[in-house]
Nanobody
Framework: EVQLVESGGDLVQAGGSLRLSCATS????????IGWFRQAPGEVREAVAC????????YYVDSVKGRFTISSDNADEKVYLKMDNLLPEDTGVYYC??????????????????WGQGTVVTVSS
């Protein structure tokens, strides 16, 4: 059974940093891309970043370029999202998700098959 579990969400002041983790299990880690999404209160969910370890492709939405860094650790089968210089508009529930094996970033949201439960990030001004 594929499982994705996010952690690391917290309340932080604007300009601060957080590192989110996505722990994965139940599939061959190196064969899958992992995406991070977020959903602000009252807003639609949006893609934030994506990493494909099998081809090295990485994607960021324009609003986080230069501030967020996605990375992966094959040893512990986790994907991380390092978020620096956080802004109040980064507030939301952050989810990690996996599309079908072999997918290359960016992957359309409707293609993602597996989702975590989310972790809450709140950035105060």
């Amino acid at each position: 059974e594929v499982q994705l579990v996010e952690s690391g969400g917290d309340l932080v002041q604007a300009g601060g940093s957080l590192r989110l983790s996505c722990a994965t299990s139940g599939f061959t880690f190196e064969d899958y891309a992992i995406g991070w999404f977020r959903q602000a209160p009252g807003e639609v969910r949006e893609a934030v970043a994506c990493i494909s370890r099998h081809d090295g492709s990485i994607y960021y939405v324009d609003s986080v370029k230069g501030r967020f860094t996605i990375s992966s650790d094959n040893a512990d089968e986790k994907v991380y999202l390092k978020m620096d210089n956080l802004l109040p508009e980064d507030t939301g529930v952050y989810y990690c998700a996996a599309p079908p094996s072999g997918s290359i970033c960016p992957v359309p949201e409707y293609d993602y098959e597996y989702w975590g439960q989310g972790t809450v990030v709140t950035v105060s001004s």
